[in-house]
């Protein structure tokens, strides 16, 4: 497996990462006190972030095998193997998901007071799912994550969502269960192609177009309704309003990552000549993915729902650098998925922080409000400046890299995408606006606890990082990015760009 580098520390790290929060999950059925089990998960979710450091710090930016390597033998009969290793493409993406979590425990202190047990279990078993995810180099040992994930997603809507939950979750599962299922067939396919599930050997191989023409689309279906890209895209804006708000900002911070970190991972690399050929196609509806997102999110009077377009939006702008296949472009698409993770994660913690004052999402009944809570206003203000790209900020940094990409190779097409970062500013300072000085705020706003400021001050901190010294983000996918655009030249699908 000269794919795989083995693990660099004494340690199986990435299992560790894995099975750390499931065991965590287990010990909450013998935990009886409902602080004691918010406590416990808190814990144990900060000690998988800082289990994960060493991922960082350990990491060899100059190779592009998969790093910290793990396989053993799992089911010989059917080549399946315990396959796991992270690159530079995917290190960020384990990262984001191990700071997000304790960040949503937080979160939720105060809004989750039923079945607060089975609550905290849901996260942790999601945790496990996010980092298997971007973990796994065995396409079984994926999808079984991947399917993992649609489980707890669905239990936060349907059992801890609002008025419309059952609508919601439902919607949601048929929605991504529909994708899982095309999925499921291009996996099949190819193992009965090659006879292997392992995912970097499947880049490898050379596969007739036809064969590459079908599999991409089965992919490019699962993937588009994972983003999810318009016409996609009419699960979210329900599943982001009646989901809680952890439920919220996992769907936007990380489950909507799998689908970009498929096409990335999977359609690029394996079918390079039928990436090609519909790269004009992806082009066109991640265009009218940022158009649409930000026009329909510009009449919104729901907070979350005006959020939840702004994400369609935002994700037409990965989908939009990944099909460029150029180093800005796709560095640029790779950096984008952890910003938006960060600010529309930091947006929906921002929204439940309000919702929990005022039990109330729209506009008008938070409007008003800067007075009254000035430091609120201060990182909410801060974080859609970072949404709409002001410079300065980490969108900032990652849409200039795809806008580059555009003007190098797709002019025309950078130049369509300009209305979308008009939007971006208009319904975001729109937002801000209403909510800071749109009316008179009633008595019952108050400032933000400690608790509040501890949870939204990583991400403000991350924000203004990226923004200033990207150095230390772009560093560790040069070599990844520059390993897979050569992938892409030596199957004959586009010249390679450095």
Known sequence: MDFL??????????????????????????????????IWTLLVSLAVFALSLPLY?????????????????????????????????????????????PICVLGSWKYISKRVKEFHFCLLLMESACVGIFSS??????????????????????????PEKVYASIKFFIYTMAGSVFLLVAMI??????????????????????FQFWVFLAFGIAFAIKVPMAPFHTWLPAAHVEAPTAGSVLL???LLKMGTYGFVRFCLPITPNASIYFAPYMLIISIISIVYGGYVALGQSDMKKLIA?????????????????????????????????ITTGALFLCVGIVYERSHSRLIKDNSGIAKIMPIYIGFFGFFCLSSMAFPGTN?????????????????????LSIPGVVLAAAYMLHLLQRI??????????????LREIIYLAPLAVFVLWIGFSPGPFLDVMHVSVNHLLEQLHTAGAVALVK
């Open 5 to 38: 580098i083995p693990n660099q520390l004494n340690y199986p790290i990435l299992s560790v990462l894995i099975f750390a929060p499931l065991a965590g999950a287990a010990v909450l059925f013998l935990i009886r006190n409902e602080t004691v089990a918010r």
């Open 57 to 101: 710090f350990n990491f060899d930016p100059s190779t592009p095998k998969y790093q910290f390597g793990e396989h053993s033998s799992w089911i010989p009969a059917f080549h399946i193997n315990y396959t796991l290793g992270i690159d530079g493409i995917s290190l960020l993406l384990v990262l984001l998901s191990t700071l997000l979590f």
């Open 137 to 162: 180099l065995d396409f079984v040992l994926f999808y079984i994550f991947w399917e993992a994930m649609l489980i707890p997603m669905y239990l936060l809507i349907a059992v801890w969502g609002g």
């Open 189 to 210: 396919a190819l193992y009965l192609k090659t006879g292997t599930f392992c995912i970097p050997e499947l880049m490898t191989k050379a596969y007739p177009f036809a």
């Open 252 to 254: 936007a911070s990380i």
């Open 309 to 341: 377009y702004s994400s369609v939006a935002h994700m037409g702008f990965v989908t939009l650098g990944t099909f460029f296949f150029n180093k800005n472009g796709l560095e640029g698409a790779i950096l984008q998925m952890i910003n938006h993770g």
């Open 395 to 415: 969108s900032f940094v990652g849409e200039l890299l795809v806008l580059l990409g555009a003007f190098a190779d797709y002019k025309l097409i950078g130049a």
């Open 436 to 449: 800071a000085w749109g009316g008179k705020a009633s008595s019952h706003f108050s400032d933000l606890e």
